[in-house]
């Protein structure tokens, strides 16, 4: 078997007095898609920051592509690549001149550097915009080149953080095949997003960090059912009923929209299950105006598992 593409084993950053990370541990498959979920705050970016040798964990290790990020941090950076939330472009330079210039800095020959760039040009569709300025592209093509640059280096692991913000639904599309395209290139592919669709797209594997902590770990199947299988949501009649049913179903809810008055609770799906809750919240058919039921989503697994606090370790 291949060892880890990423393996990280009580991982534990503090500024001052405050934990950012309070021992994690990730085990990621090689030329998989491993997203990394949480609220701001929670400790992505600084897990990553870690793992691709720009931060010294307090305590911990971790290994990235077989190298050890704290005694083999050369190896390791020649191994992966990092893009950040925002492009990292000479917005004066063409899109070609871009490459070329990465190429020759990561040490190809500028015949190389040339030829390589030419070949990601046409494997991100971007050969016609080759040419022109960068302050010329959209948003969309920025992204697509600065994946591009990337992967001039032919990194083992890829990070991304935050690889969509920003891009119209087009776009963010078009990026997703490409992540897809990598990761079936058999390139790994750690990303952190604040799009849950993004993740229950892409993610072969989604951890959820919570002040510090991993609080759950799976497939996006998987971390749906330790929701709910599915979800039941209520409309309200008005603020009243809103608080009255939230009280009444109390630790079934997994989502809450009071400025909409409308209350996702847990359920089986089954019919009989919906009835007895309906039942159980609207005895005199007076509270709920109407009612739906839908497959739970990554969205009630980030709202249930981070809406409370976190337990100290």
Do not use: C
Not at 202 to 231: C, M, N, P, S
């Amino acid at each position: 078997m291949q060892p880890p593409a990423i393996e990280a084993r009580g991982l534990a950053k503090s500024y001052g007095g405050t934990a950012v990370l309070r021992g994690i541990d990730l085990t990621i498959a090689p030329g998989s898609v491993f997203a990394l979920l949480g609220p701001n705050g929670a400790g992505k970016t600084t897990t990553v920051r870690i793992l691709a040798t720009l931060l010294t964990a307090d305590a911990g290790t971790a290994r990235v592509a077989g190298r050890d990020v704290l005694a083999e941090r050369s190896a390791v950076r020649r191994a992966i690549s990092l893009t950040g939330q925002y492009v990292a472009l000479d917005q004066e330079l063409t899109g070609a001149e871009n490459l070329r210039l990465v190429g020759q800095l990561a040490g190809l020959t500028r015949a190389a550097a040339r030829a390589r760039a030419d070949e990601l040009l046409a494997r991100f569709r971007l050969t016609g915009a080759g040419g022109r300025r960068v302050a010329t592209y959209s948003g969309g093509i920025r992204r697509r080149l600065d994946l591009a640059a990337s992967l001039v280096g032919e990194p083992a692991v890829v990070f991304l953080d935050e690889p969509t913000t920003g891009l119209d639904p087009r776009s963010r599309q078009e990026v997703w095949e490409l992540v897809a395209e990598l990761a079936g290139s058999g390139v790994t592919v750690f990303l952190t997003t604040q799009y849950l669709e993004e993740a229950d797209r892409l993610a072969d594997r989604i951890a959820l960090i919570d002040g510090g902590l991993i609080v759950a770990e799976g497939t996006a199947a998987e971390l749906k059912q330790l929701v709910a299988a599915e979800r039941l949501d209520l409309t309200l009649t008005g603020p009243e009923a809103y608080a009255t049913a939230e009280r009444l179903l109390a630790d079934l809810v997994i989502r809450r929209e009071p400025g909409e008055w409308r209350l996702g609770v847990a359920t089986s799906g089954r019919a009989e299950h919906v009835r007895e809750l309906l039942d159980a919240v609207d005895p005199d058919r007076k509270l709920v105006e109407r009612f739906a039921v839908h497959g739970a989503t990554l969205d009630d697994v980030f709202m249930t598992l981070t809406e409370k606090e976190p337990a100290h370790v």
